[in-house]
């Protein structure tokens, strides 16, 4: 009665007719049924159904445990228990300094570094030991805690079993497997609103499921949103799944050994054999809500730029931690090889790294095995993981140590200096000891990184923009595209593609661009295919939820519908002037190809223009058939500020894959979307969840409100054209104030709403661009002709004024070109001393007439005549004596004015020149 009708058969095999399947049916007494399938030569295929009438879900581990036709292909596998529990503590920040090292006491400098507390309150992860059976006693060995949580050590084939209590407070919970493909196991990706509804504070739930994933570097966090709590976030942590086979097996018992009691233990889970875990991240003293408010409202500090004016990031840099702490120290023996996997799990940026100055031999980006190639450093964004192999130098001894550098790629020529700094100490004997950092010193050569590289130098995932922006960041910059797949990863990728057989349909192709509007508009937006961009919001309810409907769709949820089985093409753009981070759940992507921008030709001060490098489905489809299917497979890329990448990627089985940007202040903000892989329906598709799936009706999750939804504010007076328009759909309510807020709502509101500031003038704003231009030019032509007009009012000499009353200077005649300049006092003087000179004028000019016409008549006349000519010379000079005191006053008077005004006489002066 068990056995499911054709229809479901088909929808959960999707067998082909002809060939030969096996199956062996085993029923439990736990009210569960298995089918397994293995096709003759090839990798078996796993599924589990309820039966009848009941809704318990099957339970993973005892799947695991039934016989099974390949005994010996699984043989090794087992169960790997955790439990966790989130909670908020103190963790300890510069008290984990020792006072001898230079790391923040020194570097980076004093202008660049931010006051850090001693202690930082933080949401950590604690992880219940074997030992420790009851709930006050969890955590209790876990004396030397730190900014990361535990690793976490799987083999392939194994059940990995985590339980998560959380005892935050105030928020929800979940956690997403960050690079694992989750076949069959969609309800434990971890993505709130999408595959589950948060875990409520003071309960927990159970993520069950089969690692079947490529042997690799991942890791695990949060992927619930802002924490309520006024903590940052710590919860995340490496995973690491080892292949299969006897010694490895042993291996991660050992590892395991503390949690699940599996027997011996080792003494450091990051640093065993020849295997040492390096998780980076960037550290911030606020919390993500925190920052992204003040984001919003233009309230964080400055945030600098590259060597090519790219922004590095949406914060400016605080702190930095690699495997927890700001001071890590690595052991290491002479003459050994060593993989090194290297994690960047921060929220904001991306790190150029440096093991010591030595090669690095590239094995495996994002857990995909790649034909090796040496470098000498490798650029992680977040998210991102490289697993690189490094020799020690025989000629080391014990006791020396060296810089492990992961720098930010801020500016150095401007003098930046920030990253985050970790020391690689040489021991002489095969040890996996972490050494007390307290204990170590500082390694004798310079802890900065240097300005210049030669051309000989060569980073792995960077993009060289010289080419382009005639600014280069020092050596060689190698793109992830030049990476290819090793035959491994070929091999592997060949038995498990379900894709259907070729047909003579073209493989569709979709363009997914990307959009950040500025302050005060502060958002990010995501568009397909040419249509409204769209500031995503997940729904409050689950969608694989049973009671989840259409009416439980936010308006501006961004779903992206593909077919299953099928090979798709995807093309990335963006419009921002920094690079990004792009995750897909659920699916590998073939890094196909990457194109940059030209900055001075596509960008402004804002933004850049769409990339038109692929500017048809046809150009992308030859791209993609030129490079085949060795391209390399990465989970995590970057998107080019103002670039393009293109990706392919083949879809499975009908499901919902989250993809957004793991900038996590861009996350949350809206540039992410939903993949619908063959209209898979959600609630509707029958799919048996969990007993103690979290709730989708649960006070908490009902205690918080949907974000809105509304039609941008537009504003064409915005400068540089960075205003939003009709094509825009914005989901938070700082931006949807022109229609939501009471004042918009009244009837009589007669002004502008949104949140810009206008002007009163009914104008717009190109009147006044051209008013402005209008306006200049008239000043320019005003200065074409300011030699003749200053001339004419500064410098010429009236013929009646003589030089027994005016002095000249010569540096007076020097200012002025066509001659000296008159002794008057400019207009700009109190009207007393311009009516007093106006005066002192007329004076002289009436006395020299005087003069003159007295001395004709003397010469002339009778004698008769001399009294009078007598009477006339007192009168002449009873005025001269009164017309030359008070020009020596008035001199005085004009000489003080004319010093003020020297300067701005020579600087006309050098204007006319030039």
């Known amino acids: 009665n068990s056995i499911p009708s054709s229809r479901e058969w088909k929808n959960k095999t999707h067998i082909t007719n002809g060939e030969v399947i096996r199956m062996h049916f085993v029923m439990q007494m736990q009210l569960e049924s298995a089918w397994r399938l293995e096709e003759k030569g090839v990798s078996k295929l796993r599924f589990c159904l309820p039966l009848p009438g009941f809704v318990s879900h099957p339970s993973r581990a005892h799947i695991n445990s039934l016989s099974k036709s390949n005994q010996h292909a699984d043989e090794d596998a087992a169960v790997r228990s955790f439990h966790f529990d989130a909670r908020v503590k103190y963790i300890p920040l510069l008290r984990s300094l020792p006072n001898h090292t230079a790391i923040y006491h020194q570097w980076p400098p004093k202008q660049l570094r931010k006051t850090l507390p001693d202690y930082i309150s933080a949401a950590v992860v604690i992880a219940q030991t074997a030992n420790e059976s009851s709930e006050d006693d969890a955590g209790s060995s876990n004396s030397d805690l730190s900014l990361v949580g535990p690793p976490i050590h799987v083999q392939l084939g194994d059940t990995l079993s985590v339980m998560l209590k959380n005892s935050l407070p105030t928020s929800g919970l979940s956690i997403h497997w960050h690079g694992f493909e989750m076949t069959n196991a969609l309800e434990f990706d971890g993505v709130v609103g999408v595959t589950q509804c948060p875990i409520s504070p003071h309960t927990q739930f159970r993520y069950e499921f089969e690692v079947d994933e490529n042997p690799g570097s991942y890791w695990w966090h949060t992927h619930s949103g802002t924490l309520g709590v006024h903590a940052i976030n710590a919860i995340h942590g490496p995973l690491v799944v080892h292949p299969r086979g006897k010694e490895k097996k042993e291996l991660v018992d050992k590892l395991n050994g503390s949690f699940n009691g599996t027997g011996e233990e080792v003494k450091s889970q990051w640093y065993y054999e020849d295997e040492r875990i390096l998780f980076f991240k960037d550290g911030f003293i606020h919390p993500d809500a925190l920052h992204l408010t003040n984001q919003m409202g233009g309230l964080n500090e400055a945030v600098s730029k590259d060597d090519s004016g790219y922004t590095v990031s949406s914060s400016a840099w605080e702190f930095g931690t690699c495997n927890g702490r700001m001071r890590e120290v690595v052991p290491v023996s002479p003459g050994k090889t060593y993989k090194f996997r290297l994690m960047n799990g921060g929220a904001h940026y991306g790190l150029r790294i440096n093991i010591a100055d030595l090669n690095m031999t590239i094995l495996a980006a994002d857990s995909e095995s790649v034909e090796a190639v040496v470098v000498n450093e490798v650029f992680l964004h977040t998210a991102e993981r490289f697993d690189v192999e490094i020799t020690i130098p025989n000629d080391w001894v014990e006791g020396d140590s060296f810089w492990i550098r992961a720098d930010s790629i801020e500016s150095s020529s401007q003098g930046y200096q920030n990253g985050i700094r970790s020391i690689l100490k040489v021991v002489d004997h095969d040890s996996s000891d972490s050494e007390n950092a307290f204990e170590v010193n500082d390694p004798i050569d310079s802890i900065k990184s240097p300005l210049e590289r030669t051309n000989d130098h060569m980073t792995m995932n960077c993009f060289d923009r010289a080419t382009f922006d005639g600014a280069s960041n020092g050596g060689r910059c190698l793109p992830i595209s030049t990476l290819s797949r090793s035959q491994a990863s070929l091999n592997r990728k060949n038995e498990s593609n379900n894709t259907k057989e070729e047909t003579a349909v073209a493989v569709p192709v979709h363009f997914i661009d990307s959009h950040f509007q500025p302050y005060p508009q502060h958002s990010h937006f995501i568009s397909f295919d040419g249509g409204s961009f769209v500031q995503h919001v997940n729904p409050r309810k689950a969608m694989l939820d049973s009671s989840f409907g259409p009416q439980d769709m936010h308006p501006n949820t961004n779903v992206l519908h593909v077919p299953a089985y099928s ?348």
Not at 651 to 676: A, R, V
Not at 772 to 783: D, H, N, P, Q, W
């Open 567 to 914: 090979t798709v093409l995807l093309v990335w753009r963006s419009t921002t002037l920094m690079d990004h981070p792009m995750h897909l759940h659920g699916l590998k992507m073939s890094i196909i190809d990457i194109a940059l921008p030209n900055k001075r030709q596509d960008c402004t001060l804002s933004k850049c223009k769409l990339n038109s490098v692929y500017e048809s489905h046809e150009d992308v489809r030859a791209v993609a058939e030129s490079k085949g299917d060795i391209s390399v497979l990465k989970d995590t890329f970057i998107l080019p500020a103002g670039g393009a990448v293109v990706t392919q990627i083949h879809t499975q089985e009908p499901s919902l894959w989250y993809s957004h940007c793991h900038l996590e202040m861009h996350h949350f903000d809206g540039m992410s979307f939903i993949m619908n892989v063959g209209n898979y329906s959600g609630g509707g598709s029958g799919r048996v969840l969990p007993s103690d799936y979290p709730s989708c009706d649960s006070p908490f999750l009902q205690a918080h409100i949907q974000y809105p939804s509304c039609d941008c504010y537009e504003n064409p007076n915005r400068i540089l054209s960075t205003y939003l328009t009709a094509d825009y759909k914005c989901s938070r309510d700082h931006l949807c104030q022109h229609v939501s807020s009471r004042a918009a709502n009244l009837e009589k509101y007669h002004f502008a709403g949104g949140d810009e500031i206008h002007s009163a003038y009914k104008m717009s704003g190109y009147a006044i661009s051209l008013i402005s231009l209008a306006s200049v030019c008239v000043v320019l032509v005003l200065m074409r002709y300011r030699k003749t007009w200053f001339n004419n009012q500064l410098c010429a000499r009236p013929d009646h004024i003589g030089p027994d009353h005016i002095e000249e200077s010569e540096e007076r005649d020097k200012c002025c070109i066509n001659g000296p300049i008159p002794n008057f006092v400019p207009e700009s003087q109190p009207d007393t001393h311009s009516d007093s000179s106006s005066l002192g004028l007329n004076i002289v000019a009436t006395v020299h007439s005087i003069g003159t016409t007295a001395h004709s008549i003397g010469t002339s006349a009778h004698p008769s005549s001399e009294g009078v000519y007598t009477a006339i010379q007192v009168k002449r000079k009873k005025y001269e004596d009164a017309a030359s005191h008070f020009m020596k006053q008035l001199n005085e008077i004009v000489r003080a004015q004319f010093q003020m005004y020297m300067p701005f006489c020579k600087y006309l002066n050098d204007l006319s020149l030039w």
